[in-house]
Structure formats: C-alpha cells, structure tokens
C-alpha cells in the first residue's frame, strides 16, 4: 500500500488553518479594534480581515509582532501602535497546543509576550488552529520562555530548578532575538503539572519577560478539521 502524498497533506492542513481564520474573522464588526496574532494561521486571518476591510469593513488593529504588522500594512489593514491602545475588542491567533479547557501554549513564533498583552487587553480572545493543535494535556511541545539578555545565565539556572531542560533559541548559529531584543529559552518538561503553580514560578523570576503558557486569556477556540471548523466556547470552571 502506497503512503500519503505528503504534499496533499500540507494542503489540508493549511485548508483547514485558513477555514478556522475566516470563521474568526467574520465575527469582526465595523469600529472593531482587533488584535492580530503572529504565525501561519493568524496570517490566513490578516489575509482574510484585508479583504473585508477592501469590501468596507471599518476597523483597526493591532498587531503582535513586526512580521504581522508588514503583513496587516500589505493587506491595507489600518495599524495603531500598541503602547496606544488600552482595550482591544477582539483578538485573533493561533496557538501551538490548546487543550479542552481552552488554556493553551504559545510562543513557536517568538510573540508570546506581545501576545500576551494584546489577549490580555482584550474583550474577548478567539484562538484559531488546525486539529493537530488540540491535546488532552499540554506539555508535548517547549514552553517558550522570553528572557532579557542581561539574565540570561541567572533565569536558565532559575528554569532548571523547576525541572525543566531551558534550551536557548538559535538559527544559524546565533541566538534568536525577539522583537524587543529578548532572548527566548524553549523549555522542555517531562510534564508541566500544575499549570497555575507554574504560571506564578516563571511569573516570579526576575529577568523573564514573559512565557507561553495562556491559561485564562482564550474565550473560543475555532479549530478546523476535515468536518469543518468546529467552535469551542470556555466553559465556567465548577464553584
């Protein structure tokens, strides 16, 4: 039996990326300012958003990073700078994992800490994946971790103390910088456990910027799949 073309596959993911995009993107109203993720999938949604801002839509965004804002400024999308907006109506990104309760890992990009402010400043968060995406427990992939330079020796030494192997980012040989000029450790655990208790640790070391891990920021998720895209909503957590 022969296998899978790989490309044929490529394509169905990269379909089913751009359904849960423009599932997104028609929930953007005229006077929106909407939040713009970083990433292959939030690009299928700048390139969505661009053509119905062509057709008269009204709206403003922000973007997380500076590959999104050229790719916004392309598709005739209206840019504010971030430091100017207080609240955001809407946000729209990807995610590299995302379990059932809607808490998720972000980062692959090197955008979380943007991210994080722009999910956190908004009204509501839809995150938009491929079903590749969807786990039962998060933790197969890094946790990126956004450190300042001048740290670096203290917080890799801080991130090996909770049980983690902290794996600096390098392409070409050289340390891969965010847009603020961070470094990023990729943090491999062999299981992440209490996510919350690990939110505040990482939270609590000097010299970390910020980190992937998104716990209570995404309020949908719209994950496509060969069934089409299916919508998740964040469920209230038990009293």
């Known amino acids: 039996m022969s296998g899978s073309d790989p490309s ?29 993720g970083t990433g292959s999938t939030a690009a299928f949604a700048i390139e969505a958003l661009g053509r119905r801002v062509r057709d008269g839509l009204d709206c403003r965004a922000v973007a997380t990073s500076n590959r999104t804002a050229d790719l916004a400024s392309r598709a005739g999308i209206t840019l504010m700078p971030l430091g100017d907006v207080a609240e955001i109506d809407l946000a729209i990104d990807g995610v590299d994992e995302i379990d059932p309760e809607l808490r998720a890992i972000k980062g692959a990009g090197g955008a979380m800490l943007r991210e994080k402010i722009v999910a956190s400043a908004a009204r509501r968060m839809i995150a938009i994946a491929d079903r590749s995406k ?12 956004e450190v300042l330079p001048l740290a670096r020796a203290f917080v890799e030494r801080r991130l090996m103390t909770l049980r983690c192997d902290p794996i600096l980012r390098r392409a070409e040989g050289q340390a891969v910088l965010t847009d603020q000029g961070n470094l990023i450790f990729d ?41 089409g895209v299916i919508r998740s909503e964040r469920q209230p957590r038990p009293d």
Not at 12 to 35: C, I, Q, Y
């Open 187 to 227: 943090c491999h655990f062999a299981d992440l456990g209490d996510l919350q208790a690990l939110d505040a640790h990482l939270s609590a070391i000097p010299g970390v910027a910020g980190h992937g891990l998104f716990l209570t920021e995404i309020d949908a998720l719209y994950l496509g799949g060969p069934q």
């Open 8 to 36: 044929n596959d490529a394509r169905s993911v990269a379909d089913w990326k751009r359904a849960a995009a423009e599932a997104a993107v028609a929930d953007v109203a005229d006077g929106m300012t909407v939040g713009l």
């Open 134 to 145: 969807a786990v039962d427990r998060l933790g197969a992939r890094a946790l990126p971790v």
